[in-house]
């Protein structure tokens, strides 16, 4: 069964874990596509690139490349031709014209398309969005998604198959639990980080600020808010900007953090879709936090800590409940390392995603 798969996030290392997990199924020849880079809000991720292990992969300039539901993969067409598989799976949603037109493609070559859904909120998009996602529902196999983007699909008429399969899982042996790492890395006196990226930073350095004390707040990444939240924490000593972090030295900064915190506020049109990160902090057996916003609430379960969202004071209290209760802080780690386990593991995603390959390409059985 040959299987080509195109997604603009294998631009980050760490998700090639899935491509080998996929690869080491003996019934799966795997040709990956990947961009040569990612242009996210002016500046460029060039992409990391690991050795390809039991897989393929092409690397491919996108056209308009950094416009989320525009850009498309330019040579896809041509290694269709030369690969001739039995599935493309694109992960990207249904509205998006790279989606479209990998769709089209896959029509005209005899090949079955599946593609990745985790818009979870019902809109009407228009022209011509509403074309393009009109377009693919009419044509695609199956759809891999969360549940609440299911939902949405079928609000809109889908009625083929619709799968619960995470993006990506997480290596639970490089997302470990590192115990020492805490006492003997940097900042091993904090007790909250958070990814850059998220909205709600700002609510999460005023609860630590409301805090006091040791605690120390360790930000990983860049982005166009880093000006004002630095202008925010200017006098707070107890706040640590650590800029881009590469994805293989993720595992180093969950294990050196007490507690970690997704403080995700939605914005319009958008609400967290699934929260990757609070599923590498947990896997790392780190105490997760996050806001009730999107998906996080049913990505965590009870292995986790839910605060509403844009709620200072209530993520204050959270993280004084951490710091103040070893058995808690204990139990949640277990727990939240056991919940990733049972769910959320690369081998469980890749395993789930082969046998949907195999249904849809006929060899089942």
């Not at 631009?11 to 795997?30: C, E, T």
């Not at 985790?118 to 996602?133: A, I």
């Not at 707070?236 to 993720?250: K, L, R």
Request: positive net charge; glycine residues 10%.
């Amino acid at each position: 069964m040959r299987v080509l798969l195109a997604s603009k996030a294998l631009v980050v290392g760490a998700h090639h874990d899935k491509l080998r997990a996929l690869g080491a199924n003996p019934d799966v020849d795997l040709l990956a596509v990947a961009p040569d880079r990612w242009i996210e809000q002016g500046q460029a991720q060039v992409a990391e690139r690991p050795p390809p292990r039991g897989y393929e992969i092409a690397y491919t300039p996108l056209a308009l490349n950094g416009r989320y539901h525009l850009f498309w993969f330019r040579r896809l067409r041509r290694l269709m031709r030369r690969f001739r598989p039995d599935v493309l799976h694109i992960d990207e949603e249904p509205y998006n014209l790279a989606t479209a037109i990998a769709c089209r493609d896959a029509v005209r070559y005899g090949v079955r398309p599946i593609f990745f859904a985790w818009q979870n909120l019902y809109r009407r998009y228009p022209p011509p969005f509403r074309w393009f996602e009109r377009f693919v529902l009419a044509r695609a196999d199956a759809i891999v998604g969360s549940e609440a983007a299911g939902d949405v699909l079928r609000r809109k008429g889908h009625r083929r198959r619709i799968e619960m399969i995470p993006q990506f899982g997480v290596d639970p042996e490089l997302f470990a639990p590192c115990p020492r790492a805490r006492d003997e890395g940097p900042g091993g006196g904090g007790i909250a980080g958070t990814r850059l990226a998220a909205q709600g930073v700002e609510d999460l350095i005023r609860a630590v600020g409301a805090i006091g004390g040791e605690v120390v707040l360790r930000l990983a990444g860049v982005g166009p808010a880093e000006t004002d939240l630095r202008r925010m924490a200017a006098a707070m000593p107890h706040v640590a900007f650590e800029g881009a972090i590469p994805s293989a030295a993720m595992p180093a900064f969950y294990q050196g953090l007490d507690a970690f915190v997704l403080p995700t506020v939605g914005r319009r049109g958008w609400t967290e879709q699934f929260g990757r990160a609070a599923v590498e902090a947990m896997a790392c057996g780190v105490p997760t936090i996050v806001s009730s916003t999107g998906e996080l609430p049913q990505v965590v379960g009870q292995a986790g800590v839910v605060t509403p969202p844009a709620d200072a004071h209530a993520l204050a209290d959270a993280l004084n409940l951490l710091r103040n209760d070893q058995d808690r802080r204990e139990h949640l780690a277990q727990a939240g390392r056991a919940h990733v386990l049972q769910r959320y593991t690369t081998q469980a995603v890749a395993d789930a995603t082969a046998a949907l390959y195999r249904s849809v390409a006929g060899d089942e059985g």
